[in-house]
């Protein structure tokens, strides 16, 4: 009865579905309007093929491009959430192309399958979300012509991607764990679901300079708009098919966040990081007061190891820890977070490798 209803509700707009895109992702103004333009396009294109109605309208797959901890699957997410559709995120490198050790690209639609609780109908609707895309580029760039050794972990996977971006019905195992099983298959038509795949692709573009801070502290934005847009012969030149390209037609090159939005990212979101500790350590009894300049500390460490909002969490994990082990002992008291403590619990970080990974 739920699926049905929410079949015959009208359509968000996408001003509706930015909207509610804004209150979770900070920053990345035009990768939310382009999502949001996607995804209303996306469910026209099923109402449409649900009333049986003939439809020029074309899938409409989205390739996010931005650098570590600018919200590619973030975004992607928070937009299933607001489609009220199963969504799961693969890793594009763990694919290989089909006869090979290494998962099959089909694999991707049980684990939707999976997240669906086994409803065809629902898994049809969904969202799967492909990082590492950029991982998958042709390895052997000497070979344009076929000639040479297999590139099954690139060139093949996005060979055998092609169906399931341009809607075909698959086969896909029941059991996600046994794959190479062929025993229980169930068939899932790819045509409605919408595929979202991520990639830095570090090496086309320097987003805004990793190596230099200055370039990411508040004069980013003005670095940023100048920044050139990565074409599609930059993407083919990097190893990706033209045929691969050509199924992703909403391309969304995201921003470097600088530090003005990672400060907002820490506060202002319903499900914000600082939120959640006031509500961990209140449940304590403990009223947590985090200053701005604490903040700043934290939001200037994550820049400087070029982590991103990926990385926030874990810094906060680290710089909490303390306070989080002795909060179930110290009832009933006020707990100030400030810049000094931030920088006394950093320190230990600053040799530490793989934060945020």
């Excluded at 050794?149 to 055998?160: H, L, N, P, T």
């Amino acid at each position: 009865m739920e699926s049905s209803a929410r079949r015959d509700s009208p359509l968000m707009t996408p001003r509706e579905i930015y909207e509610r895109l804004d209150r979770f992702v900070i920053g990345q103004e035009a990768a939310k309007r382009a999502v949001a333009i996607a995804a209303h396009n996306h469910l026209k294109r099923i109402q449409a093929r649900r009333m049986r109605r003939t439809s020029l309208l074309k899938k409409s797959n989205i390739l996010l491009i931005g650098p570590t901890g600018s919200g590619k699957t973030h975004i992607a997410r928070n937009l299933a959430e607001i489609l009220s559709v199963p969504f799961t995120t693969v890793d594009a490198t763990e694919y290989t192309e089909a006869g090979y050790y290494g998962k099959d690209v089909e694999v991707m639609v049980a684990d939707l399958l999976f997240k669906a609780n086994h409803s065809v109908e629902d898994t049809q609707r969904g969202i799967i979300f492909i990082d590492e895309v950029d991982k998958i580029a042709r390895r052997s760039q000497s070979a344009r012509n076929g000639a040479g050794s297999r590139d099954i972990g690139g060139e093949g996977v996005q060979q055998a991607l092609l169906k399931l971006l341009e809607g075909r019905e698959v086969f896909v195992p029941m059991n996600v764990t046994q794959a190479w099983n062929r025993g229980d298959f169930v068939p899932i038509d790819t045509r409605d679901i919408l595929f979202i795949c991520a990639g830095t692709f570090s090496d086309l573009h320097e987003y805004g300079g990793t190596s230099d801070v200055r370039a990411m502290g508040f004069g980013a934005q003005e670095i940023q708009k100048v920044r050139k847009r990565i074409t599609t012969k930059q993407l083919v030149e990097y190893g990706m098919l033209a045929e691969f390209l050509g199924r992703l037609p909403v391309v969304v090159q995201l921003d470097l966040l600088g530090e003005p939005e990672l400060l907002r990212v820490l506060t202002e979101p319903q499900d914000s990081i600082i939120r959640e500790y006031r509500e961990l350590l209140g449940l304590d009894g403990i009223e947590l007061d985090v200053t701005e300049e604490a903040l700043r500390e934290v939001v200037r460490f994550s820049i400087e190891k070029g982590l991103g909002a990926r990385g926030l969490r874990s810094i906060l994990e680290h710089v909490m820890s303390d306070v989080m082990f002795e909060a179930p002992e110290h009832r009933r008291r006020q707990f100030t977070v400030d810049q000094d403590f931030v920088r006394t619990r950093l320190g230990g970080l600053e040799s530490h490798v793989g934060l945020g990974a």
